[in-house]
């Protein structure tokens, strides 16, 4: 992503002057000053798997001004009910290679 990012940057010279690409994980790099926006895809299954959430927040935490914005800034969570049998059964499998299961 971070090399597409570049070549967009690139076709337009007043973002080039403006906008620094840095790749890495968040955890990882380091700035050479604090950030006035942060933008991400914290994504993932209920916006908790994969522990993109919490990369989010870190990067928050380590990089963000305090009168900065993050994009996106609210995150939503909606679940419907429903039942599928093999679902169940492919899942459960998964959970008993993992655990012992009785």
């Known amino acids: ?6 070549k967009l940057i690139a076709g337009n010279p007043t973002l080039a ?4 690409v840095i790749k890495g994980r968040v955890e990882d790099v380091e700035l050479p000053e604090k950030a006035d926006i942060l933008i991400s895809e914290p994504m993932g299954t209920l ?3 994969e522990r993109m959430l919490e990369s ?14 993050m994009f996106p800034g609210v995150g939503r969570i909606h679940m ?3 039942t599928d049998e093999y679902l169940f059964i492919e ?4 959970v008993c290679n993992v655990f012992v299961c009785i």
């Not at 992503?1 to 570049?6: G, P, S």
């Not at 002057?17 to 620094?20: L, S």
């Open 56 to 69: 989010y927040v870190i990067a928050r935490d380590r990089f963000l001004t305090p009168t900065g914005k």
């Open 80 to 82: 419907a009910p429903f």
């Open 1 to 6: 992503m971070a090399e597409y990012a570049r």
């Open 91 to 94: 899942i459960a499998n998964k």
């Open 17 to 20: 002057q403006r906008i620094t």
């Open 47 to 49: 916006l908790v798997n």
